[in-house]
């Protein structure tokens, strides 16, 4: 029987012979472990040092991948100014970039409005967040392509990779209505954020489209952040009050969703019983809280994966892709006992 050496030794001839431009998906454990006569778990460790080297990539639910030959060494990256340095969820989005850059290779440079390096029409720029115009014009005349991770409604000449947030604000109305709610109210952030305004509408797309004639819902916006859910709690426990009955709420991202389980609390709610809610973003607070956070998941790796895949394959023409973000089931939603059959 092979050692775990021998064994990544092998890989690594199978990587070397099928590398390209592309991730291309390797053999299962169980295939690999039946080729090279070994046990899964010695497949498994050695997958595992082979992950660390950067010569593969495990995409969860999807398989093992041989990460391709780069093409381009150099990313630049530049940020919204609207984008705080504490929020977790850029914070896990910047870790994954980094990552999986590093794994590859590739020189990632961070840049500003202030400081675009000349002659970078070679060089792709990923934009996070959203920013204005004028500044995503200049990046558009600088670089040889612009992949934004947010949709841009008007802007049609730019690849944009971003979660799809009108299917979020579906989906999450759709659940609510599913588990039995006639009451249901939505968190919703500033129009001005697209994320925003797309989960919103999906959400009042869903809920007109039900024929359940008790059904009644409410758009409450505001900040999205901690404090803003928490002040909004306040609107929410009123609705309580006046339904006497349970309700639900989807709020726009985790943070409005943790301030207003808070302040809820504090109040003596019982959140799931009384008050069901959906929050956005999966940030680690969310599975951290009491109760635990039903949430949307976005698999920031899959969408680095989408991301150098049309860097390696030289596929840089304008283009929207929409990932999908799943539901991660918690102890903050239950079904209503009393709705609708």
């Not at 060494?73 to 990552?99: A, M």
């Not at 409604?153 to 944009?160: L, S, V």
């Amino acid at each position: 029987m092979l050692s775990k050496e021998k064994v990544i030794e092998e890989l690594k001839k199978l990587i070397s012979t099928n590398r390209n431009g592309t991730y291309k998906k390797i053999p299962a454990e169980r295939e690999l472990a039946e080729l090279y006569n070994v046990s899964r778990t010695t497949i498994r460790n050695a997958i595992k040092e082979l992950i660390k080297e950067g010569q593969l990539i495990q995409i969860q639910g999807k398989g093992t991948y041989i990460t391709p030959g780069i093409k381009n060494k150099e990313v630049h990256i530049i940020c919204s100014p609207d984008i705080k340095r504490n929020d977790p969820f850029y914070n896990k989005l910047f870790g994954d970039i980094t990552d999986i850059t590093t794994k590859e290779s590739i020189n990632l440079l961070l840049i500003t409005a202030d400081s675009i390096p000349n002659d970078v029409k070679d060089i792709p720029v990923i934009v996070v967040g959203i920013i204005d115009d004028n500044l995503l014009q200049i990046l558009k005349d600088n670089y040889k392509v612009v992949i934004t991770l947010e949709e841009y409604i008007n802007h049609n000449d730019i690849i944009q990779i971003s979660f799809d947030d009108y299917k979020i604000g579906w989906n999450a109305a759709n659940l609510l209505i599913e588990y039995g709610y006639e009451n249901i109210i939505h968190l919703a952030g500033p129009d001005k954020y697209t994320s925003s305004l797309l989960r919103k509408n999906g959400f009042i797309d869903r809920i007109k489209k039900e024929e359940y004639i008790q059904l009644q819902y409410e758009i409450i916006s505001g900040k999205m952040n901690w404090s803003s859910g928490y002040k909004l709690a306040d609107i929410v426990l009123e609705r309580y009050m006046k339904y006497k009955k349970p309700i639900a709420v989807f709020a726009a991202n985790d943070w409005m969703a943790v301030g207003l389980i808070q302040r809820l609390k504090e109040e003596g709610i019982k959140i799931g019983s009384d008050i069901s809610i959906i929050g956005c973003d999966n940030i680690f607070l969310s599975s951290e809280i009491v109760p635990s956070l039903t949430t949307f998941d976005w698999d920031l790796k899959n969408l680095m994966l989408e991301i150098l895949q049309l860097i390696n394959n030289n596929n840089l023409s304008a283009k929207k892709i929409l990932l999908t973000a799943d539901i991660v089931m918690r102890e903050t939603l239950k079904k209503k006992k009393d709705g609708p059959q």
